[in-house]
């Protein structure tokens, strides 16, 4: 198919999302990566006293065109990676995603796969879908499918994180009210490892108090008292209890409603996970700390998790959230991805989640997005009464400031050139 029959297509509404990425990339023809660049922000660099810890990567084309992709956290471990990889990707086809996602995953697996060299590989796939859509001149959700979902259902999480300068831990009735007036209505809390009680500085996660537990309810319970069930709640444990502190703290949180228990112990042990999974009636969220698919297969295999969670800049990419959100479909296990990171993580996860079929429920900060993005960006993507939707441009549809590159807060770094 050429070209501008592809383009003719979408334009008559005649389904564009059936033709698939191959289709896609065979209608606009061959291109070469001609270079690539990261870009890092200044060390001390502060907005509302966040710090951009992500780098970006620039895939250039002979077309002209240019992808951008992203990992964090971090500079000079992944600008070394990427420096590695790039005569594998210099000189290839950026539309031929699949083929460069395993070309550079099997000279991965030599090392063992894992690390920058992984979060390379996944910034880069997300730029060439970046390409890819510039290319066809559609947003990178067609190129998925098409919407499966007319717009995305967000909750916020805190996780250090403050609203207009509130912490979760001192006043979560007035964080809560300021969520439901903007249509938002659900919230990720931290309150065993933040917060007065803050129990896994305490033991290291391997003993926890029956006071302490009853301390930790304390955000839960405020919130239920100030506004019923008119707000959904997530925990995070991040990842450092026991099995038994694990069991521990889901039944006493089983009484509250909770949406999903996310990451109670280190996704190491499946067994222990489908244990825990097994023995409470919350839901079990599994999690950003897994990459690829075949990771994630171990876990729907075990029934070790509910929730299926990935990050778009860590699991290996567009591409690869696209196959384990389709995988865990097969099991019944909705998809929420993890958004607390850059810019690039939160377009990319709007437009991979808008393709699937399985979405339930997608993290969004509100200091990110309302704060520090837009130090960056002109056309952040911000919540509308509670849900957030895709861009129309095509790619990715960001659309970079020139002001952070001119005053210094931003650095293109060449890495490699034909």
Same mark, same amino acid.
């Given at each position: 198919?050429?070209?501008?029959?592809?383009?003719?297509?979408?334009?008559?509404?005649?389904?564009?999302?059936?033709?698939?990425?191959?289709?896609?990339?065979?209608?606009?023809?061959?291109?070469?990566?001609?270079?690539?660049?990261?870009?890092?922000?200044?060390?001390?660099?502060?907005?509302?006293?966040?710090?951009?810890?992500?780098?970006?990567?620039?895939?250039?084309?002979?077309?002209?065109?240019?992808?951008?992709?992203?990992? #964090?956290?971090?500079?000079?471990?992944?600008?070394?990676?990427?420096?590695?990889?790039?005569?594998?990707?210099?000189?290839?086809?950026?539309?031929?995603?699949?083929?460069?996602?395993?070309?550079?995953?099997?000279?991965?697996?030599?090392?063992?796969?894992?690390?920058?060299?992984?979060?390379?590989?996944?910034?880069?796939?997300?730029?060439?879908?970046?390409?890819?859509?510039?290319?066809?001149?559609?947003?990178?959700?067609?190129?998925?499918?098409?919407?499966?979902?007319?717009?995305?259902?967000?909750?916020?999480?805190?996780?250090?994180?403050?609203?207009?300068?509130?912490?979760?831990?001192?006043?979560?009735?007035?964080?809560?009210?300021?969520?439901?007036?903007?249509?938002?209505?659900?919230?990720?809390?931290?309150?065993?490892?933040?917060?007065?009680?803050?129990?896994?500085?305490?033991?290291?996660?391997?003993?926890?108090?029956?006071?302490?537990?009853?301390?930790?309810?304390?955000?839960?319970?405020?919130?239920?008292?100030?506004?019923?069930?008119?707000?959904?709640?997530?925990?995070?444990?991040?990842?450092?209890?026991?099995?038994?502190?694990?069991?521990?703290?889901?039944?006493?949180?089983?009484? #509250?409603?909770?949406?999903?228990?996310?990451?109670?112990?280190?996704?190491?042990?499946?067994?222990?996970?489908?244990?825990?999974?097994?023995?409470?009636?919350?839901?079990?969220?599994?999690?950003?700390?897994?990459?690829?698919?075949?990771?994630?297969?171990?876990?729907?295999?075990?029934?070790?998790?509910?929730?299926?969670?990935?990050?778009?800049?860590?699991?290996?990419?567009?591409?690869?959230?696209?196959?384990?959100?389709?995988?865990?479909?097969?099991?019944?296990?909705?998809?929420?991805?993890?958004?607390?990171?850059?810019?690039?993580?939160?377009?990319?996860?709007?437009?991979?989640?808008?393709?699937?079929?399985?979405?339930?429920?997608?993290?969004?900060?509100?200091?990110?997005?309302?704060?520090?993005?837009?130090?960056?960006?002109?056309?952040?993507?911000?919540?509308?009464?509670?849900?957030?939707?895709?861009?129309?441009?095509?790619?990715?549809?960001?659309?970079?400031?020139?002001?952070?590159?001119?005053?210094?807060?931003?650095?293109?770094?060449?890495?490699?050139?034909?």
């Amino acid at each position: 198919m050429r070209r501008r029959d592809f383009l003719a297509a979408a334009a008559a509404g005649v389904a564009p999302w059936a033709l698939n990425a191959q289709a896609a990339a065979a209608a606009v023809g061959p291109m070469k990566i001609t270079k690539i660049e990261a870009v890092r922000f200044r060390q001390d660099l502060r907005i509302q006293g966040i710090a951009p810890n992500w780098m970006w990567v620039r895939l250039h084309t002979n077309t002209g065109l240019i992808g951008i992709g992203e990992s #964090y956290p971090g500079h000079e471990a992944h600008r070394g990676a990427l420096k590695e990889l790039s005569s594998y990707i210099l000189g290839k086809d950026p539309t031929q995603i699949d083929r460069l996602w395993q070309d550079l995953f099997f000279r991965i697996s030599y090392q063992p796969w894992g690390g920058a060299e992984f979060r390379m590989l996944t910034a880069v796939n997300i730029a060439q879908w970046d390409i890819l859509g510039k290319a066809s001149g559609l947003p990178v959700y067609k190129l998925l499918g098409g919407k499966a979902q007319e717009k995305l259902l967000v909750y916020n999480t805190m996780n250090g994180w403050t609203i207009n300068g509130m912490r979760e831990h001192d006043y979560p009735e007035k964080i809560v009210e300021f969520l439901l007036k903007r249509g938002i209505k659900g919230i990720k809390l931290y309150p065993y490892d933040r917060g007065p009680v803050n129990a896994l500085a305490r033991h290291g996660g391997t003993f926890i108090t029956q006071a302490e537990l009853k301390q930790s309810l304390d955000p839960v319970q405020r919130i239920r008292k100030a506004v019923g069930d008119e707000i959904e709640i997530a925990l995070d444990l991040s990842s450092r209890w026991n099995l038994p502190c694990s069991l521990q703290i889901a039944r006493s949180l089983e009484p #509250y409603g909770i949406m999903y228990l996310e990451d109670t112990m280190l996704p190491d042990n499946v067994t222990a996970l489908a244990s825990l999974s097994r023995e409470t009636s919350i839901p079990i969220c599994i999690s950003e700390r897994l990459a690829t698919r075949f990771r994630f297969r171990e876990m729907f295999e075990a029934r070790a998790g509910d929730v299926v969670m990935y990050d778009l800049t860590w699991c290996g990419g567009i591409s690869e959230a696209k196959k384990i959100s389709d995988m865990a479909d097969t099991y019944k296990i909705p998809t929420s991805p993890h958004t607390g990171g850059g810019p690039v993580l939160w377009y990319s996860s709007i437009h991979t989640a808008t393709s699937l079929t399985n979405f339930y429920i997608m993290e969004s900060v509100y200091h990110l997005y309302n704060d520090v993005y837009p130090h960056f960006l002109k056309n952040v993507p911000v919540p509308v009464n509670g849900y957030v939707t895709a861009p129309e441009l095509p790619g990715l549809g960001i659309e970079v400031r020139e002001e952070p590159f001119r005053n210094g807060d931003a650095v293109i770094e060449t890495i490699a050139e034909l």
